[in-house]
């Protein structure tokens, strides 16, 4: 983009209509039809809720909850999950990094229970980190169609993990094992990640509707504190039709999509340009 034409569209006001963030190799843009209040706050009051006999009522006013608000709830909590997870993935660099795939051994750890099974993957993390302080990474759960639960993850700065060679191959990649001595709750494959961006797409991909709702109240994620985080701008655009005509002729633009909420009536126009 060239700096008149930041000139001519931005504004940095109380109120927003792009948001601009910053990650290692592409900006993002987020150009929204409706503005938003810098600093804005949520209008509704938080709302809790109890469970009896499999339905939830408002602790307050013991009204049942209807099904349009329990779907709007695990909408925007995946929505808000995954952009997070995206947003750590993008900001930090992944090259020669390894990627992650664990499954529990039935016989030793009840792969259905997702606590447990997130309590192992944790001293799991936690044991690696002592041993590579430098250790960055993000796990992530994957409900199956069965009800196991199982984790992926992406990971850099490990060079003292005991790796061990499995013998096979996937796609052309070597697959390796992580040494029972590290982690002996069940089975384990490690890859090299070869790209960086599809590797942050793909972790993404795992947190779907069925794990927001199996999930409910718990984290949902692990990630180190050393990961870097994004730099976020929000500007008020005033010529709408520049800032597009500036998109259709840069050829930096790598990705264009219009969302649009039928709900709320906003519509959100996504823009990635390489750095």
Known sequence: YADEVFEAV?????YYNLK?????????????????QTGQRRSSEHVEYEDVDGKQYNKKTKEERTTESIIHSEQTSLTRTKQ????????????????????????LVDSFNYDECYKRVYQ????????NPEFKYIFVPELH???RIHFHGIGTNCDKLELKDSGKTKKGKKIYNISSRT???????????????????YITKYITKE???????????????????????NVMVHDKELFMKS?????????????????????????HVKK
């Open 183 to 201: 982690f002996k709750y069940g089975f384990t494959t490690v890859s090299k990640i070869e790209d960086t961006q599809k590797v942050s797409n």
């Open 84 to 107: 997070k997870i995206y947003e750590y993935a993008f900001a930090n660099d992944w090259t020669n990094g390894l990627f992650f795939t664990i499954t529990f051994n039935p016989e």
């Open 10 to 14: 931005f504004e940095t006001t109380k």
């Open 247 to 271: 998109v259709e002729v840069n050829p930096k633009v790598s990705y264009q999509k219009k969302y649009v909420n039928e709900e709320t009536e906003q519509e959100i126009i996504y823009v």
């Open 211 to 233: 794990l927001i709702s199996a999930t409910k109240g718990k984290h949902r994620y692990l990630y180190s504190k050393n990961l870097e985080v994004p730099t976020i701008e």
């Open 20 to 36: 601009h963030i910053s990650y290692s190799n592409h900006d993002e843009y987020r150009l929204y039809k409706i503005p938003f």
């Open 124 to 131: 799991f993390l936690k044991n690696v980190k002592r041993q």
């Open 145 to 147: 169609k069965s009800g």
